[in-house]
């Protein structure tokens, strides 16, 4: 009732198709997407794409389709396609495509228009032609690469113009980590549609998004009479709140702390790498290195840590303080080395992104901020079978396993990965976080902590080698 319920609902607000997921982990995904998609059908108009990574949840839910239902997703691994290209060829259907293969996200525009020109060739070889596939060039986060929007804005320009394909994204993934989100989604958004976007995975019932869209339709003469623009600000109008002014004697400008605070810790909270590491190394002709990482290294992160977990500081502020601690941890582990002695570890962790999953900006900041704090990270990278994480627990007698997934397609990998882990040996603990993580669902699955951003992550650490 919950997803029939949202589906009108969007319906309702303009959406045109309806991306339907059903991958958790404690439902039958099988069963309950035919159930969806059959429920969904009798009450909404609207056409749905079918998101699964599981094969058999695909086939049943295309089989009992009324119509052409839109494929989400193959990507440029040759495994996908081999899976997916034959169900698009038997039952028909309009196939999104991620510009991804086995090698990851290219971070170039040219690396991902090579991804969608195989993606196509291959499926034509099932008789499966360009109109038919929508490709999705990706976007990542500005909040950790300042060229995210741009490479992804070209990659769709050069889909339109060059490959003569049609485009989609999800574009709310390039705001990750900042505040207002919606104010860089809205402008991304603007800007995608100028470049030749076809199709988005957006919110309907978001004013910001909504507004981008029928503003970009009317100034394009694709909005006959602004018939639709006109329809869409009058309801908007009539829930605009009434302001009623008022005098008032200004309140007070909450004053910036960072003149209480030792120069160390405000160039690590200011992101100043090379002044912190110049700062530390001067402290180190008159101080010990343990008294430097212990009373300036480690509160800097931790005011900086508690800023994040409360939202006054953001994604990109606080990897830049991350860098600046680290900086200021390598001129103390040169100085160590200098001495003859070795730069102490608190302990070994595993970070990895669980099988299927190409999301790691989580992970890697839950892995600047273990590296500062004195932990030796062994980072596996995205994507990776439980397996290697297995594999590489035994070989370097590893206790502490951190697993991300941010889709919701990826969380029984997660599960199985945990599973593997406990058989082998139960002492093993496993610190789980990602965007579609609970508490209830880390219970599910088996985990020892659900961490809700990386400052608990390092916290657990902490608690777990005591």
Avoid: W
Avoid at 32 to 51: F, G, H, N, R, S
Avoid at 151 to 161: S, W
Avoid at 202 to 212: E, Q, R
Avoid at 342 to 366: Q, Y
């Amino acid at each position: 009732s919950y997803i029939i319920n949202q589906g009108l609902e969007q319906e309702k607000a303009g959406a045109q198709v309806l991306d339907v997921n059903v991958g958790l982990p404690e439902i039958d995904e099988p069963a309950m997407i035919e159930k969806i998609i059959k429920e969904l059908q009798a009450v909404c108009d609207l056409p749905l794409q079918i998101d699964t990574t599981n094969p058999e949840a695909m086939e049943r839910a295309l089989r009992i389709y009324n119509g052409k239902a839109m494929i989400n997703s193959v990507n440029g691994k040759q495994e996908v396609m081999d899976e997916i290209f034959p169900l698009a060829k038997k039952y028909g259907g309009l196939i999104v495509a991620l510009t991804i293969d086995e090698d990851g996200i290219p971070e170039t525009a040219e690396g991902r228009i090579k991804i969608a020109e195989k993606i196509y060739a291959e499926a034509l070889k099932y008789g499966i032609k360009k109109k038919d596939i929508i490709v999705d060039p990706l976007c990542m986060s500005v909040s950790t690469d300042k060229n995210a929007a741009v490479t992804t804005l070209e990659c769709v320009k050069r889909i339109k113009e060059e490959l003569h394909g049609h485009s989609s994204l999800g574009v709310s993934n390039i705001s990750f980590g900042l505040p207002s989100r919606e104010y860089i989604n809205s402008t991304f958004f603007s800007m995608a549609l100028d470049a030749g976007l076809s199709a988005a995975i957006m919110n309907p019932n978001s004013d910001d998004m909504m507004k981008a869209y029928r503003t970009f339709n009317a100034l394009h003469g694709l909005d006959e009479n602004c018939t639709e623009y006109i329809d869409f600000a009058s309801v908007l109008a009539a829930k605009a709140p009434v302001v009623v002014a008022a005098a008032t004697t200004g309140a007070p400008v909450n004053k910036s702390s960072d003149g209480e605070h030792n120069p160390l810790i405000t160039a690590i909270m200011k992101g100043l790498k090379d002044r912190a590491a110049s700062i530390t190394a001067e402290y180190l002709k008159t101080m010990d290195s343990i008294t430097i990482i212990d009373d300036f290294l480690v509160k800097a992160l931790d005011i900086v840590g508690k800023g994040f977990e409360n939202k006054t500081v953001f994604l990109p502020q606080l990897l830049m303080s991350a860098d600046a601690a680290a900086g200021a941890f390598d001129v103390i582990k040169e100085e160590i080395l200098k001495k003859g002695g070795e730069s102490e570890k608190k302990g070994k962790v595993i970070l990895a992104t669980v099988k299927g999953d190409i999301h790691d900006i989580g992970k890697n900041i839950v892995k600047v901020l273990l590296e500062n704090y004195g932990f030796e990270v062994y980072d596996l990278g995205k994507d990776v079978d439980p397996e290697l994480i297995l594999e590489t627990a035994k070989k370097e007698n590893i206790k502490l396993v951190g697993l991300s997934a941010l889709m919701t397609t990826t969380v029984p990998s997660m599960e199985a990965t945990i599973k593997l882990l406990k058989e082998y040996d139960p002492s093993i603990n496993t610190v789980v976080g990602g965007a579609v993580l609970t508490q209830e669902y880390a219970d599910m699955i088996g985990a020892d902590k659900y961490a809700k951003d990386a400052m608990e992550t390092v916290r657990f650490a902490e608690e777990f080698f005591k």
